[in-house]
């Protein structure tokens, strides 16, 4: 029985120890100095579905805790549904990120290997990144994955800063060269459901849109009118606007005069204040809108438009072909199936 005892105790020890982990929960500690006081959106997937929590920030600080039992992405976003921050965690991390709202891509992170790694990355591509470079972005990100295939990191730049994910067949091949213990099943899980979602009956067509139009009035904006039609999502703050909008008026001019396409921008802002000025100044040659309320908008929410800019390319029927954040791509998509 003396014997017994220390194996027992032993075990008492492991049993609490396991309790005690499975109630833990993971914590994020933020300073930054631009921050002021505020209030700041943190949304994640977690042990009890989706998760989306305003959060008090007092000069610059704030401190938030959360559970998942698996590996989440959580996603920290200011009063405009900017994103601030993304963090891979897990209960039982502590993490803790510096930084300025201003340069989102320049915020250090540390507390966990992953997140040091992930933020090491944006901080050195933070450039390319703040241009809106897609190119360049993309270039870096499939240059980490051939020599991180082992890195979960790999997987995480691939899902959550890749310039879209419309492109499957690239996604897949891309997913095929990164390791299986460098794909936590609970990641995947969230990309193969917005996959589900993007091929659902009727999920994210474009259907018949009722917004606000430059001529001050509730207008209907309809994809069966033209063959092709192409909606360009934006903000006031899109770094690559003017470039955007270049390569959307150069794509206009080929279908003056027809019916075969139409084409709208709409604008994601809360306020409209200069609104006229803006799109006067760009100058585009198409129907223009604003989308009161943003993404919560009910014309454009099934279309889960995350960031802008965006650009989405529907049919005749409303399916869409094109769903990203290049302007260029969209037109060439656009292009392919307007003959």
């Not at 921050?35 to 600080?61: C, E, F, K, T």
């Not at 039992?69 to 963090?87: E, L």
């Not at 201003?102 to 990355?121: D, L, V």
Request: charged share 20%; glycine share 8%; with cysteine.
């Amino acid at each position: 029985m003396k014997k017994l005892l220390p194996i027992m105790t032993l075990l008492l020890i492991i049993v609490a120890m396991m309790a005690s982990c499975s109630g833990k929960k993971f914590k994020i500690e933020g300073r930054l100095d631009d921050g002021g006081s505020q209030n700041i959106r943190i949304v994640y997937v977690g042990d009890s579905g989706v998760s989306a929590q305003w959060v008090p920030m007092v000069n610059g600080l704030f401190k938030f805790e959360g559970s998942s039992g698996d590996m989440t992405v959580v996603y920290i976003f200011d009063q405009m549904k900017r994103r601030i921050a993304h963090i891979a965690i897990e209960n039982g991390d502590h993490v803790k990120l510096r930084g300025k709202m201003a340069e989102p891509y320049k915020i250090k992170m540390k507390g966990t290997g992953i997140n040091e790694r992930w933020s090491e990355f944006l901080n050195d591509n933070a450039k390319a990144f703040g241009d809106g470079n897609n190119y360049m972005t993309d270039i870096a990100i499939e240059s980490y994955i051939r020599k991180n295939s082992d890195d979960v990191v790999s997987t995480l730049l691939l899902l959550n800063d890749y310039s879209t994910l419309a492109n499957t067949k690239k996604i897949d091949k891309l997913l095929a060269t990164i390791d299986k213990d460098a794909k936590p099943e609970s990641l995947m899980r969230s990309y193969n459901a917005m996959l589900a979602s993007q091929h659902a009956t009727g999920a994210g067509e474009v259907r018949s849109l009722s917004l606000f139009s430059s001529r001050d009035s509730i207008e209907v904006l309809n994809p069966s009118n033209s063959k092709v039609t192409l909606l360009y999502f934006w903000s006031n703050d899109d770094n690559m606007h003017k470039l955007d909008i270049e390569a959307i008026k150069t794509f206009a001019n080929k279908y003056k005069g027809t019916k075969d396409v139409q084409i709208a921008d709409i604008l994601m802002e809360g306020d409209s204040t200069m609104w006229k000025s803006k799109i006067k100044a760009d100058g585009g040659a198409w129907l223009h809108y604003w989308a009161v309320g943003g993404p919560m908008n009910n014309s454009i929410q099934n279309l889960q438009i995350n960031s802008t800019p965006c650009v989405i390319v529907a049919n005749s029927q409303g399916r869409q072909l094109y769903h990203g954040n290049s302007a260029i791509d969209a037109c060439n998509t656009a292009m392919a199936n307007a003959k």
